[in-house]
């Protein structure tokens, strides 16, 4: 098992461009989520996936949209990204039991310049 | 709503001391808690988890925390720390009532000193 990988791990915006951040897991895990971590703020949830074909918002949803592809797949895009944007991207998910614990991707460090 | 405080962003404790890391809640109804603790340039591992029961909990690497539910804290502990155990830690919650949201704290530098 490959667990919950990212793409790209780094990537360099310049403001007002876009791009789509790739999750996947391959544990056959419901639940989806991304975050973003900043110092000092520890980790934002943005938006998550309860089960595929359902999404909703986080704390920080606002520049942001997601897509729940199939069960495997959710994505996170920057329709036009802002300085405000730079951070590390998080994805995790959860089997189905709501008190199981999140299993972390390594993360996408985005600079938007 | 759901929030979760790490009161302290920085705890130094000298090795083979006793280590705590604070964490409070505030949740609507039943809580489920987490600590999670993250290592450089890594994601989030998974160290500990109460959902309910014996309120001192036992967790990878020789963490415990102990949930109060009269002072809403879980706060981590370990009775010997090692210079390993350097990190950032996380507490999360997720309220029985709500269907998948899970709320982070802002998390704690642990240094341990030789």
């Known amino acids: 098992n490959a667990g919950v990988t990212q793409t790209p791990k780094f990537q360099v915006l310049k403001t007002g461009q876009s791009m789509t951040l790739q999750c996947a897991q391959d544990m056959n895990h419901n639940s989806m989520y991304w975050y973003r971590q900043d110092p000092g703020m520890g980790l934002r949830l943005i938006y998550y996936s309860a089960s595929e074909g359902t999404t909703d918002k986080g704390e920080v949803p606002n520049g942001y949209n997601v897509s729940r592809l199939n069960k495997r797949e959710f994505s996170l895009r920057l329709e036009s990204a802002a300085p405000s944007q730079t951070s590390v991207y998080f994805c995790a998910s959860i089997r189905l039991a709501e008190y199981n614990e999140q299993f972390f991707g390594p993360g996408t460090r985005l600079t938007v310049l | 709503a759901q929030s979760v405080a790490q009161p302290e962003d920085q705890v130094n404790v000298a090795e083979g001391n006793p280590l705590t890391v604070k964490c409070t809640y505030s949740v609507s109804g039943n809580p489920y808690l987490f600590w999670y603790v993250q290592y450089p340039n890594r994601g989030l591992q998974f160290l500990l988890k109460y959902i309910t029961g014996d309120n001192l909990v036992k967790g990878s690497y020789g963490f415990e925390a102990e949930f109060n539910k009269s002072q809403t804290s879980f706060h981590l502990k370990k009775p010997s720390a090692l210079v390993s155990d350097s990190a950032l830690y996380f507490c999360?919650?997720?309220?029985?009532?709500?269907?998948?949201?899970?709320?982070f704290g802002s998390g704690t530098r642990l240094s341990i000193r030789p």
């Open positions: 999360a919650v997720r309220a029985y009532s709500s269907a998948s949201k899970i709320i």
